[in-house]
């Protein structure tokens, strides 16, 4: 678990690694919706299931922290300007910066909600094989008329191998840059340069390598498709997401009426 990274499939017995991956996919785009409707209240609700679907799946919460802390950190700068920006009753001053009731309320709020939704991500990431998602969306495609669907998910599914790969490449060469004093430089066009071109070198290579081993191997797009299997253990994460998504709702309706 030290070398997790967000977008890294974790093994796992837990019920979401063995939910079916349409019925999961489903249930994050719906609490994701739901959320942009959320108030403080349902936001509250959210985040108790959410950390209890963290700790069923054994993902250490300091990791989560340590992982999404530049995220917080964007976070924070959207609170702070959110409350800096939006009119309102000013609540106190700091060095000539008026900051608003309001705009706290809002900017705390805004924060809560897109904090949630990466931890919603986190779990989907960490308890779903990139094989699976292919699958599911290579399902959600068939229906739609023009559209490749096989060659859509096999982008998908390579997408998804190649951005741990990616982070991994770029942390690489930014302490490579780092072993040669790069970070000294003053020049950030120059630092940009420096550490862009070798990334960019590194991930072009990747991807001819993979097409050849693709090639070599006589890699199609005609496969197998997957044979899905619903069982009660799905039907009842429906039903819970769906409580969810209205107990996160109902009370932003209260507050408007």
Not at 8 to 17: E, I, K
Not at 23 to 47: E, I, P
Not at 116 to 121: E, F, N, P, Q, S
Request: aromatic fraction near 12%; charge should be positive.
């Amino acid at each position: 678990m030290a070398d997790m990274n967000i977008f890294t499939f974790c093994p796992g017995v837990s019920a979401l690694h063995r939910l079916d991956v349409r019925y999961k996919t489903a249930l994050v785009c719906l609490v994701s919706l739901a959320l942009l409707k959320a108030g403080f209240t349902g936001c509250f609700v959210c985040f108790l299931v959410l950390s209890w679907l963290v700790y069923t799946t054994r993902i250490s919460f300091f990791l989560i922290a340590a992982q999404l802390k530049w995220f917080i950190l964007l976070l924070g700068i959207m609170f702070i300007t959110r409350s800096l920006t939006v009119p309102g009753t000013p609540l106190f001053s700091f060095f000539g910066l008026v900051f608003s009731q309001e705009g706290l309320r809002q900017g705390a709020l805004v924060a809560l909600r897109f904090f949630l939704v990466m931890i919603t991500g986190l779990l989907f990431s960490a308890t779903t094989r990139p094989a699976d998602l292919k699958s599911a969306a290579q399902w959600y495609l068939h229906p739609i008329p023009f559209v490749p669907e096989k060659r859509v998910a096999i982008m998908i599914s390579l997408f998804l191998r190649f951005l741990p790969l990616i982070l991994t490449q770029a942390h690489q060469v930014s302490d490579a840059v780092n072993a040669r004093c790069g970070n000294l430089n003053k020049n950030p066009v120059r630092r940009i340069r420096y550490l862009v071109l070798p990334l960019l070198k590194k991930i072009f290579l990747a991807g001819d390598s993979l097409c050849l081993a693709m090639d070599a191997r006589c890699y199609n797009e005609d496969r197998t498709d997957p044979v899905f299997e619903t069982g009660r253990n799905e039907m009842r994460f429906l039903a819970a997401g769906l409580c969810l998504c209205l107990a996160m709702v109902y009370p932003f309706h209260i507050c408007v009426t």
